[in-house]
């Protein structure tokens, strides 16, 4: 079967003929209708050789979505031709925070070798994958497999952050979120949804503000010197409840910390190297809280395939084949990706899945 695989550091990643998995006890083969690319995969193969943690070849996309094609022995909670979305971060099974559906913040799962689909396992970019358990699907139920895979990862860590934070999004607040991407989209339009906040996005492209006002922000602001002193000024000077950074450079992150208030939160979910100084004399305002959430659970995804199932939310698409995944990493890499870069490696599938 194909597979796109990044075979060697620092080079751009191959389609290339692997073997087709055979689903042992307990595991469940999909075959693959969608597959989203995130820039979390750029992050990974921007990694030098010896920071690198995961044995290469590697086949990519930790956002996946398929049908069930087998089973192996054990499996009852699903059947075949049943159209499943991947939960991706795999934990331990055992341990409390796995049996509260908190395979994110699974403290083992490292130790004992462990690792996400495209992070350390074979992913969903390839024309079938192979799913650890049962319990890592979560059915679609009518939900469209091309909106469903981004909604894994760009829809499921945004809900995850949002959710956190909903105490301090009362009527008269004010949430930013700092880079519409492909996360970031998804981030306006939950926030629209699950709160009665004013939603402030900002960014550095005018095609990524007029994304966030089409998919619902109050207020767009260009992403500059200016967009602190401008975001205190929307906020009467008292600054915003929640601050979301989906980029998490050091530019981004400092205004992130000029323009949180008092008692608010800052949220840093981009992977773009910059740090946050955090403690008295650090630049924050007093009683804020920093946290940096990784994925969310599996409830939490069940919950955001809801949202999508009402059509409350949707995430802005472009489709790809397998066999032109390097180059739409190539163009997520050049910033040339409105919303997100989905891969259909059996071609164009229905809303149903089959």
Same mark, same amino acid.
């Given at each position: 079967?194909?597979?796109?695989?990044?075979?060697?550091?620092?080079?751009?990643?191959?389609?290339?003929?692997?073997?087709?998995?055979?689903?042992?006890?307990?595991? /469940?083969?999909?075959?693959?209708?969608?597959?989203?690319?995130?820039?979390?995969?750029?992050?990974?193969?921007?990694?030098?050789?010896?920071?690198? =943690?995961?044995?290469?070849?590697?086949?990519? +996309?930790?956002?996946?979505?398929?049908?069930?094609?087998?089973?192996?022995?054990?499996?009852?909670? @699903?059947?075949? +031709?049943?159209?499943?979305?991947? #939960?991706?971060?795999?934990?331990?099974?055992? $341990?409390?925070?796995?049996?509260? !559906?908190?395979?994110?913040? $699974?403290? #083992?799962?490292?130790?004992?070798?462990?690792?996400?689909?495209?992070?350390?396992?074979?992913?969903?970019?390839?024309?079938?994958?192979?799913?650890?358990?049962?319990?890592?699907?979560?059915?679609?139920?009518?939900?469209?497999?091309?909106?469903?895979? %981004?909604? *894994?990862?760009?829809?499921?860590? %945004?809900?995850?952050?949002?959710?956190?934070?909903?105490?301090?999004?009362?009527?008269?607040?004010?949430?930013?979120?700092?880079?519409?991407?492909?996360?970031?989209?998804?981030?306006?339009? &939950?926030?629209?949804?699950?709160?009665?906040?004013? /939603?402030?996005?900002?960014?550095?492209?005018?095609?990524?503000?007029?994304?966030?006002?089409?998919?619902g922000a109050h207020e767009?602001?260009?992403?500059?010197?200016?967009?602190?002193?401008?975001?205190?000024?929307? *906020?009467? !000077?008292?600054?915003?409840?929640?601050?979301?950074?989906?980029?998490?450079?050091e530019a981004t992150l400092?205004?992130?910390?000029?323009?949180?208030?008092?008692?608010?939160?800052?949220?840093?979910?981009?992977?773009?190297?910059?740090?946050? %100084?955090? +403690?008295?004399?650090?630049? &924050? =305002?007093?009683?804020?809280?920093?946290?940096?959430? #990784?994925?969310?659970?599996?409830?939490?995804?069940?919950? /955001? &395939?809801?949202?999508?199932?009402?059509?409350? @939310?949707?995430?802005?698409?472009?489709?790809?084949?397998?066999?032109?995944?390097?180059?739409?990493?190539?163009?997520?890499?050049?910033?040339?990706?409105?919303?997100?870069?989905?891969?259909? %490696?059996?071609?164009?599938?229905?809303?149903?899945?089959?």
């Open positions: 079967m194909k597979a796109v695989q990044y075979r060697r550091v620092g080079h751009a990643p191959e389609v290339v003929e692997v073997p087709m998995p055979e689903p042992g006890p307990g595991q /469940v083969l999909l075959k693959v209708t969608a597959a989203g690319l995130c820039h979390s995969d750029l992050a990974v193969m921007g990694w030098p050789e010896q920071q690198f =943690p995961y044995a290469l070849p590697m086949t990519l +996309g930790h956002e996946g979505v398929g049908t069930v094609a087998a089973v192996g022995a054990g499996v009852t909670a @699903v059947v075949e +031709g049943e159209a499943v979305a991947v #939960y991706g971060p795999w934990g331990c099974g055992r $341990c409390r925070k796995c049996a509260e !559906g908190k395979e994110n913040c $699974c403290a #083992y799962a490292a130790g004992l070798g462990i690792a996400p689909p495209g992070l350390g396992r074979p992913g969903a970019l390839a024309e079938y994958m192979l799913v650890d358990s049962a319990r890592h699907l979560v059915a679609l139920d009518g939900v469209d497999p091309v909106q469903a895979a %981004p909604l *894994t990862d760009a829809g499921l860590t %945004p809900y995850h952050a949002i959710r956190r934070s909903l105490p301090k999004l009362l009527p008269g607040s004010t949430a930013v979120v700092i880079g519409v991407g492909g996360l970031g989209h998804l981030a306006v339009q &939950l926030l629209r949804a699950l709160t009665p906040a004013r /939603v402030v996005a900002l960014d550095v492209g005018k095609e990524k503000l007029e994304l966030a006002r089409e998919v767009v602001l260009l992403s500059d010197g200016e967009a602190a002193a401008r975001l205190r000024e929307l *906020t009467g !000077g008292t600054g915003a409840e929640v601050v979301l950074d989906f980029v998490g450079a400092a205004v992130a910390a000029a323009s949180v208030a008092v008692e608010g939160d800052v949220i840093v979910v981009g992977l773009g190297g910059g740090t946050l %100084p955090v +403690g008295f004399g650090g630049g &924050l =305002p007093f009683e804020v809280s920093a946290a940096f959430p #990784y994925w969310g659970s599996r409830t939490e995804l069940m919950d /955001v &395939l809801e949202l999508a199932r009402q059509g409350v @939310v949707s995430a802005h698409v472009e489709t790809f084949t397998l066999e032109q995944a390097p180059e739409a990493y190539a163009r997520l890499h050049a910033g040339e990706i409105g919303g997100r870069a989905v891969v259909l %490696p059996q071609g164009p599938v229905s809303p149903s899945g089959v």
